[in-house]
């Protein structure tokens, strides 16, 4: 894989996380539903992976969520026990990040920054986790070598991302971000041809040191129908995004032409 071309790259909004308007732990703010639909899924995978099926005790190690936005995922790792640290390019972001942590009484070191150059040592991390990010980044070869670079031998990469596929189209662009009718995200929120096919990742983790672990798909949580009649009521206004995702959240699933979570081991 190549870095993104600068016209498909230049289609995406990544500015939309400066937007005063996007305030992250805002139950009226489409990036709400982060926290409240996509979020839970994660920290339920992520438990079971980390400390049940392979032991690990989180205290005290350190994380780097890349992307980090305001600090949802973040939060969820500081309450388990690791130390962390969120980067994200976006200055509100960052800010919004640490006036909330600030607020939650948890202790997470928060820096401006972007994946393709993390301001770390050689081998002194160890978990990265970069949750909906990939498929916004300009230069994903650079960031999964960065990955690779800054997290120690043994160290986990944990991730989730968005398949580049015709449901994927139907359903992340079409339904959530064109479509009137049902649109709920902003309209260059993701860019298909920056979603990433998990035969593309497997082979950059393979190149950088990482091995592979088969991902687990994720998809809504109850049939489209009733997802396409709460998106309808969310785009008109009945529903708030915190209502929303109280209704229709990320589930595990053996479908993976959607969105997958996985994991890879740095060697
Ligand atoms: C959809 S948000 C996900 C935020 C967070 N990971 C979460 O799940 O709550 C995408 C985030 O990626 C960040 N981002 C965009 N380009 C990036 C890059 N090159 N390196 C790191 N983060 C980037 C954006 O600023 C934004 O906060």
Redesign the pocket.
Known sequence: MKKTPYNIYQCID?DL?NDKKNQWWQADSPLYL?SSSFNPARISYLRKKLITELNINPQGKLALD?????G??CEELARVGFSVTGI???EQ?IQIATNHSNISGLQINYIIG???ALPYDNSSIDFVFC???LE???DLPKVISEISRVLKPGGLFFYDTINRTWLSQLIAINILQVWQSWAIAPPNLHVWKMFIKPKELRLLLEENNLEWKDPIGLMPNTAFPFVLHNLRKRSKGELSYKDFGEKIWMKESKVTSLMYIGFAIKH
């Open positions: 990544n996380y982060i890349i992307g980090c936005g305001g949802f995922l994200d390019p976006s972001s972007t994946g393709e949750c909906d990010v916004h980044v300009r």
